[in-house]
């Protein structure tokens, strides 16, 4: 009897330190500029780009490079000898310093080397271009969070108020004011409710997944935002849209790209032309003296003079022009695809600003129609089914002013985002 009450009291202790609440990991409250400095610093995306930067200057470098003296040296050590009695071993030792020097080649190596810098340049209106959607990622991923968090407060507001709504049908069907239908409808909408939370709340957790991708981190941690759904005032007077997508970073790589492949045509060009360079040597060739007391050298001019090479450079010429034909019409197509995503996203950040005036109205219109309707319904002035119209109006104006606030900074990040706006754009 003793081990059963010793083994009842572990059990206990144990239940009891099962039972006991763990600490709840921290939430992280980060703001719209906490997370910019976040993703410009860890985001993926960006390092790739920048690491494209890296390599076309890398190869700018590399083709520059046949610009200057190339400089080259040798050593040679050499023992010789055999196994067999009375012969010796003899010794070789020499050393040589070389130089040249391209004087000219057609402009060839120069053309290419303004190319790689057209291309260097490519790069850098590609990191711009990568960083304008890595921001509108970060700020849809914001605002979805944001909405998130809202959507949640809200959906247990509108719980609660089923809730009431619920108790005070049933109260009035007991007193027989009101018939089984107007209970079974007031269930439902409860019901409704009920699931909406659990839905926003698994919403909720989406989104804080969503925005830590955004940010470029690994692990996942609840993380809450802080911000609103309001934006910066801006003229509606309509801005130079011809002007902004000249300066889009879209499509100021296709111009670079399309003078790139303008210097590939003349360096394709420059290969009829002959190579001129200068040449130099120093050094010495010596046996069995080391080290060597005698030095040779020369100096003279190499002229190399291409005279058929099997239709290879006349071919290199054309596909080149036929580069530089592509790279013209695909920059007036992106010009023309930027001017009308300016159009478009100018037009719809001008349409949500005006809609969420629109939607505030509706919202204190329900409002004011509920707070009057409860009062009528209480002293059966209205009927269930004219009440119960005007309730599920409140919760739809709700709604939907949320979803005009969130719609709003999409636009607004949108409408960045066209014209080339990047994580270091100072406007939220």
């Known amino acids: 009897m003793l081990l059963a009450c010793r083994v009842g009291i572990c059990s206990l202790l144990t239940l009891l330190f099962f039972s006991v609440p763990r600490p709840l990991q ?24 920048l690491a494209a930067m890296q390599q076309a200057e890398a190869d700018s470098r590399i083709t520059g490079g046949q610009l200057l003296p190339q400089l080259s040296a040798g050593l040679t050590a050499v023992q010789n000898g055999t196994t067999e009695q009375n012969i010796g071993s003899s010794s070789a030792f020499s050393w040589s310093l070389s130089a040249r020097q391209l004087l000219y080649d057609g402009r060839k190596t120069s053309r290419q080397v303004a190319a790689y810098k057209e291309a260097e340049k490519a790069a850098g209106h590609n990191y711009s271009a ?13 605002t979805d969070l944001l909405k ?21 049908i049933g109260l009035r069907y007991q007193a027989g004011r009101e018939h089984i239908g107007s209970l079974r409808k007031a269930e439902a909408d409860l019901g409704e409710s009920e699931f909406e939370v659990s839905r926003a ?45 000249r300066e889009s970073p879209l499509v100021q790589q296709l111009e670079a790209r399309r003078k790139a492949a303008r210097y590939d045509l003349e360096a394709a060009k420059g290969a009829f032309s002959p190579e001129l360079s200068l040449t130099s040597s120093i050094g010495r060739n010596s046996f069995d003296s080391l080290p060597p007391d005698e030095v040779d050298w020369n100096a003279g ?6 005279i058929y090479g099997g239709g290879t450079g006349r071919a290199k010429v054309a596909r080149a022009m036929a580069v530089v034909s592509q790279q013209n ?8 695809q930027v001017f009308d995503m300016l159009e478009e996203s100018w037009k719809n950040f001008l349409d949500a600003r005006q809609y969420v005036t629109v939607r505030r109205k509706f919202l204190d219109a329900a409002v004011e ?33 949320l979803n005009a606030g969130a719609d709003l900074l999409i636009a607004e990040a949108q409408w960045i985002k066209a014209k080339g706006g990047g994580l270091d754009d100072q406007q939220k």
């Open 130 to 142: 990568v960083s304008a959607d890595v921001r509108f990622a970060l700020r849809s991923a914001f």
């Open 26 to 49: 921290a939430v992280e409250l980060l703001t719209w500029q906490q997370c910019v400095s976040e993703a410009g610093k860890a985001h993926p995306d960006l390092y790739s780009a």
């Open 201 to 245: 709340e698994r919403g909720l957790v989406l989104a804080q997944s969503i925005l830590a991708s955004a940010l470029g981190r690994d692990l996942r941690s609840p993380i809450r935002v802080k911000g609103s759904f309001t934006v910066e005032d801006v003229l509606t007077v309509k801005p130079n849209l011809a002007l902004l997508a």
């Open 301 to 306: 001019i190499e002229l190399s003079l291409p």
């Open 329 to 336: 019409a695909e920059e007036k197509s992106g010009y023309l």
């Open 369 to 401: 129609r509920a707070a009057i309707a409860n009062v009528q319904y209480s002293n059966g002035l209205i009927s269930f089914d004219d009440w119960v119209i005007i309730e599920d109006n409140l919760v739809s104006a709700k709604k939907e002013f």
């Open 148 to 168: 998130a968090e809202e959507l949640v407060a809200l959906s247990k507001e509108i719980a609660e108020r089923r809730r009431k709504n619920f108790r005070l």
